[in-house]
């Protein structure tokens, strides 16, 4: 599967708001917060579902991970989503396993793997 994701009962700001304080218990920051519905809107288009994008990264994996393959770094940062569905909360990302099997290379494989089980645990604890 692709992704990972998650349904909680928190609101969205609510279900960020745990995520960002899991992240930096993992030493991840949010770099940035893109709100879709905002920008649309912003744009002139007609979108009411709260969407928002998260791109979180660790600077020691961040080198680590681009000091072995430098293409890797089209899958940087991380993105997170959290957003609504159907009355409910989902907490998501794109598995970094799935985005990095792409460049076979079994190592980075493995690093993908070390930092997929640390977000999944992120997202978990944030639910």
């Keep these: 599967m692709f992704d990972y ?9 609510g279900a960020i708001q745990s995520l960002e304080k899991s ?5 991840f920051g949010v770099l940035w917060m893109f709100d879709i519905k905002e920008k649309l809107q912003e ?15 660790n600077p020691v994996e961040a080198q680590r991970v681009l000091s072995e393959n430098e293409m890797a770094g089209s ?8 957003y609504g569905h ?19 290379d079994e190592r980075m494989k493995n690093f993908a ?13 944030s639910r």
């Design 43 to 57: 744009k002139g288009l007609e979108f009411s579902k709260e969407f928002k994008v998260l791109e979180v990264c």
């Design 5 to 13: 994701t998650v349904i909680t009962d928190k609101t969205i700001e």
């Design 113 to 125: 793997k070390e930092i997929e089980d640390r977000l999944i645990n992120v997202i978990n604890k």
């Design 23 to 27: 992240l930096q218990e993992e030493k």
């Design 86 to 104: 159907e009355g409910k909360t989902k907490i998501g990302m794109p598995k970094p396993t799935a985005l990095i099997s792409l460049l076979n």
């Design 75 to 82: 899958f940087l940062p991380c993105k997170m989503v959290v």
